[in-house]
């Protein structure tokens, strides 16, 4: 059996082997004394152990590495308690109707003959009646106080002091838009102002920040929105100039303007009005009102111009005399014009508010000419037909009634609002509302006996002539420190709401009460009767 020999003893048995393979050798070759031929031999098995697995064993290196330790975390909810309910219905008794017995056709033609001549006596009666003329049901909720929705201003107009001159509503109720210029003494012929209008239904108002503002090279003085296109607005300067602005285009809203001609005024614009044209009522021209003593009619033409399509003028020598008047100064010969307001039912009649402060009534059929040195491309002619006794100062407004033909408001520097008839001079009835001065009054549109006034002192005035003849229904503070409210609408679409704009840069929009846009019953006829009674 092998055996695998030690290393040291690998070198001796080695050499020792190869030492007798040698002997053997040379005893063979040399002579007979070499023993005899090579013979086979069993050895032990030489085993010779690798020493490069040892060394590469010594090299080998260990390494390791760990991940970031995981974060674990235990957490529990609990269901909320909750509770079994059952109910249970009773059993349905049956229910039982009662027999109607069998009507008896000859009693029942017999009753109704008998009360047949009470009952047709009875709806005569109802049917002559008028103690619900007039009543309409109302389910909307009914409102008991005035309340201010919206506080509009734009912060660069205020910033230089200018005024709220005047306000005017859009053919959809939802745009409102006032004019920014001065109405205190002064030159405001170069100052630069605004026209600024706010959509009220648009999503996020921004009280501060309007929908639309129009830079404007004068003060500017009044405004009126277009009839039926919603975004078209008529304006009047300082310096005596008429425009018309498309507020939807932002970039340039420029219309047509009068510029400085022989025609255009040359004074301050201080009322402008929309009128259908005679022949084309669904066009417009733009009548305008100043204290030159012209009433002119312009009319939109090509290359953005605004062409004088009639005109009139006050002479203080063509005023009709069935009034007392004060003399003209010596010199004077034309009388200024500072509002107009046109019949509901006479689209060719108008009343004129002087500074004077007589009223006028005027007609656009006026045929006889006006003795004017004024200069102009059309001829003037004499619109004046009737003076109406005066105001102890300037008259700043003129409202005629939507629901009587005869009667209209003025408003002055007296302080007084004078109710007339267009039959008689003299004033149906005197109010004196303030000790300041009144710069606006207008009539309601939806109810016969109210009207809203704007006083130097601050605050909004509603009367109803129902109620009281002597004493405002409702009186709201518009500004805090007393400044004038200069001018106020109210809205002919969404009738509860009233616009005023004041000597703060400011416009209130005043939620009215259901009081104010109601009619009562017979009010209609309550109006006819205050006409009647004083002008017969």
Known sequence: MATSAQPGQLGLAGSAGAEALATSGSASTEGPERPGPLQDETLGVASVPSQWRGVQGIRGETKSCQTASITTAEASVQARKHVDAEVQTEIPEPVSLPSVPRYSGPRLAAFLRKVEAMVTRELNKNWQSHAFDGFEVNWAEQQQTVTCLHTLSYPPAQGQGLHVTGVSWNSTGSVVACAYGRLDDGDWSTLRSFVCAWNLDRRGLSPQQPSAVVEVPSAAMCLA????????????????????????????????????????????????????????????????????????????????????????????????????LKKPSRGETEVGATAVAFSSFDPSLFVLGTEGGFPLKCSLTAEDAAVTRMPSSVPLRAPAQFTFAPHGGPVYSVSCSPFHRNLFLSAGTDGHVHLYSMLQAQPLTSLQLSHKYLFAVRWSPVRPLVFAAASGEGDVQLFDLQKSSQKPAVSVRQTEDESPVYCLEFNCQQTQLLAAGDAKGTVKVWQLSSEFTEQGARETEHLDQLASEVAS
């Not at 018309?244 to 025609?263: A, F, N, Y």
């Not at 100043?290 to 290359?303: E, F, H, M, P, S």
């Open 225 to 324: 929105f277009h009839p039926t296109r919603p975004s078209h607005v008529a304006g009047g300067l300082y310096s005596g100039e008429v425009l018309v602005w498309d507020i939807s285009r932002p970039e340039d809203p420029l219309l047509w303007r009068t510029g400085l001609t022989d025609d255009t005024h040359t004074d301050p614009v201080y009322q402008v009005v929309w009128l259908p044209e005679p022949r084309h009522s669904h066009r417009f021209q733009v009548l305008s009102v100043a204290a030159d003593g012209k009433v002119l009619l312009w009319q939109g033409v090509g290359a953005g111009r605004l062409q004088l399509s009639a005109g009139f003028a006050l002479a203080v020598q063509q005023l009709p005399r069935n009034t007392k």
